[in-house]
């Protein structure tokens, strides 16, 4: 008895709280709850544009996904998973200091094999200088005073959204090609 608009409140919020236990259950070595908890709050996010979402949560539930696999000796999904997360996020990076080895050197190898793929760019344009641009909900960076932001992409289908306060966001989806600087208008209205 969810209303639609509801809906993407409700899976949100019932996401949060399956990434949270997820977490919990990681920590205490129930990798098999972890693993059923953060596919039950993909699944529950899935219908819902990322940019609609907080802001990294497609990403952070990938990553944690990752991880569980990795821990559970499921090489293959979870580089799938982790693969997705990069997608989402092109500029993240794992961090030495926190990430568990075997993480580690997956993470390097898929890095490798995206930093040796054809890339292509993209010029965002806003005509409100200093708006947020977000690639599949996670900030890549703001307009410069001409309403310009230059985005370095690996080839691919990306969902950029434009945002700043007071202005309702504008979502895009786009296809970077290899080699091509390509143009895309992001004009958002009050």
Same mark, same amino acid.
């Not at 410069?144 to 504008?170: I, M, N, Q, S, W």
């Given at each position: 008895?969810?209303?639609?608009?509801?809906?993407?409140?409700?899976?949100?919020?019932?996401? =949060?709280?399956?990434?949270?236990?997820?977490?919990?259950?990681?920590?205490?070595? +129930?990798?098999?709850?972890?693993?059923?908890?953060?596919?039950? %709050?993909?699944?529950?996010?899935?219908?819902?544009?990322?940019?609609?979402?907080?802001?990294?949560?497609?990403?952070?539930?990938?990553?944690?996904?990752?991880?569980?696999?990795?821990?559970?000796?499921?090489?293959?999904?979870? +580089?799938?998973?982790?693969?997705?997360?990069?997608?989402?996020?092109?500029?993240?990076?794992?961090?030495?200091?926190?990430?568990?080895?075997?993480?580690?050197? @997956?993470?390097?190898?898929?890095?490798? =094999? *995206?930093?040796?793929?054809?890339?292509?760019?993209?010029?965002?344009?806003?005509? +409100?200088?200093?708006?947020?641009?977000?690639?599949?909900?996670?900030? =890549?960076?703001?307009?410069?005073?001409?309403?310009?932001?230059?985005?370095?992409?690996?080839?691919?289908?990306?969902? @950029?959204?434009?945002?700043?306060?007071?202005? %309702?966001?504008?979502?895009?989806?786009?296809?970077? *090609?290899?080699?091509?600087?390509?143009?895309?208008?992001?004009?958002?209205?009050?």
């Amino acid at each position: 008895s969810v209303r639609p608009a509801e809906g993407l409140t409700v899976a949100a919020y019932n996401a =949060q709280r399956w990434s949270d236990a997820a977490w919990v259950a990681f920590r205490g070595g +129930e990798l098999e709850a972890a693993a059923d908890l953060v596919s039950d %709050a993909l699944r529950l996010i899935e219908p819902y544009p990322a940019a609609r979402l907080s802001e990294g949560m497609v990403r952070d539930l990938h990553l944690l996904r990752a991880r569980v696999l990795i821990d559970l000796g499921r090489t293959e999904p979870a +580089e799938a998973a982790l693969k997705a997360a990069m997608i989402l996020d092109p500029g993240w990076k794992a961090n030495s200091r926190w990430e568990r080895p075997e993480f580690l050197v @997956l993470w390097g190898r898929l890095s490798d =094999q *995206r930093d040796r793929s054809p890339r292509g760019s993209m010029t965002v344009t806003l005509a +409100e200088a200093g708006a947020t641009v977000l690639v599949y909900g996670v900030p =890549q960076g703001t307009a410069d005073p001409k309403g310009h932001l230059e985005l370095d992409l690996p080839v691919g289908l990306y969902e @950029l959204t434009g945002r700043k306060p007071g202005f %309702a966001d504008r979502t895009e989806f786009v296809h970077v *090609r290899p080699g091509v600087n390509d143009e895309l208008d992001l004009a958002l209205s009050v």
